[in-house]
């Protein structure tokens, strides 16, 4: 009984993993279309340029092109686009000898504005791959050529704790150095999480920043060997869920909180709310001279955001995700009842098929592997052989591949 128990846990793990596997490996072999799509705001048109790939069946042979238009549906040529964009296309602009001797009554240099582009993830939750265990280190580090670790630390009931490498021992004195001082700015052990600056000049300069087990904020950080540290104030009352750091001069991080709401902190540790919907999901940034862009991704939409330097919004944009079934999704549908995908945004998810479509082939399946087991002489009135065909009958060519992957003992012992 234990045995056939086991057997049939086995089935149903090889069906998940087949139902994992399978569905990828069919995938390759149709060629799929490409859906690019590039939105970008244009300061000319105060309107959004689109990008995306148009195909067309020319004698039988499928080419694609890129096109280019606003949002209102007027076409451009790619020379177009790029003038209507200036900011975000100054080098190709400057190298056809284009690039406009003002934008939006400004004088603008193409250097400015190709230095002012930049890039950003913000994402939602902080990276839970956490080991506990940084490197502190001092804002007087630059004196010194040697980069080894030498204040490695960790923040437990007890408080922080500073650990010499070269003999794995803790340093009491710097450790007791620096809990008296976090423990006079009212900060309560253990830690939940810290973030530190990918920038290295600001990793020296602010250390880290510190969540308590109270939700408290704090900046840790080192200055010649002694404490410096500050209690910082949270953007609201909610949870903080990450702190996405950057690498600009205009602000030093963005804020996420456990509503979702986004708030920019500058290097004056001031915040400003994000006029965005929620980013527990995670959004996408891009930067010019004058404008912000923040990307975000639903299920079935992707959404724009355009705020000026002062974080106002000025326009925002949101495309619906074309959901016409491809000829390898029909197929699929009718040869697989459910496929798992898993994504950063969204985690592990099932698609499940409509069961009209899958149910015909699981039913043939189901007799199948009936006539089989039958014709073979495996025990056809057995429980644990009427289950073999109801796993079929649900699971269709997954359950199949696991049953007949992990066969049934003729004998009455497995």
Known sequence: ?????????????????????????????????????????????????????????????????????????????????????????????TYDGKFPDSICGKNISAKDADDAIFHMNIAGRYNELFYGLS?????????????????????????????????????????????????????????????????????????YFVLDSKGELFRLSMNDGRPDILRLNRPDEKKILNINFSNRPEFLAIIITEDGNSYVMDRNFNYQALPLPSLRRGAFLQGNLMHLTFTTHEKEATAY????????????????????????????????????????NYGIQFHFSNPFHFIWLNIVLALVTFFIKKRNGYPINDAFAIIDIIVVLVLGIFGMAGVFAIPQRKSKQI
């Open 1 to 93: 009984m234990l045995n056939k128990s086991i057997r049939i846990i086995a089935i149903l793990l090889t069906a998940l993993a087949t139902c994992i596997i399978v569905p990828r490996f069919f995938r390759m072999l149709f060629s799929t279309h490409s859906n690019y799509k590039d939105v970008v705001y244009s300061e000319v048109l105060n309107d959004f340029i689109i990008s995306e790939y148009e195909y067309k069946n020319i004698n039988g042979k499928i080419s694609g092109i890129t096109i280019y238009k606003d949002s209102k549906g007027n076409r451009y040529t790619r020379e177009q686009a790029d003038s209507l964009c200036p900011l975000n296309n100054a080098s190709q602009l």
């Open 135 to 207: 490197e502190l280190k001092d804002q007087k580090s630059y004196l010194s050529n040697k980069y080894e670790p030498k204040d490695l630390f960790r923040i437990k009931e007890n408080g922080i704790e500073f650990i010499v490498s070269s003999t794995n021992t803790i340093d009491e004195k710097k450790s007791k150095l620096f809990n008296s001082e976090l423990e006079q700015l009212g900060f309560t052990a253990p830690a939940i999480t810290w973030w530190s600056p990918a920038d290295r000049t600001d990793f020296e300069k602010i250390g």
């Open 305 to 344: 955001y355009i705020l000026d330097k002062n974080y106002k919004l000025i326009k925002q944009l949101t495309i619906g995700d074309k959901k016409v079934a491809s000829l390898q999704e029909t197929i699929g549908s009718y040869l697989f009842p459910v496929k798992i995908s898993q994504n950063a």
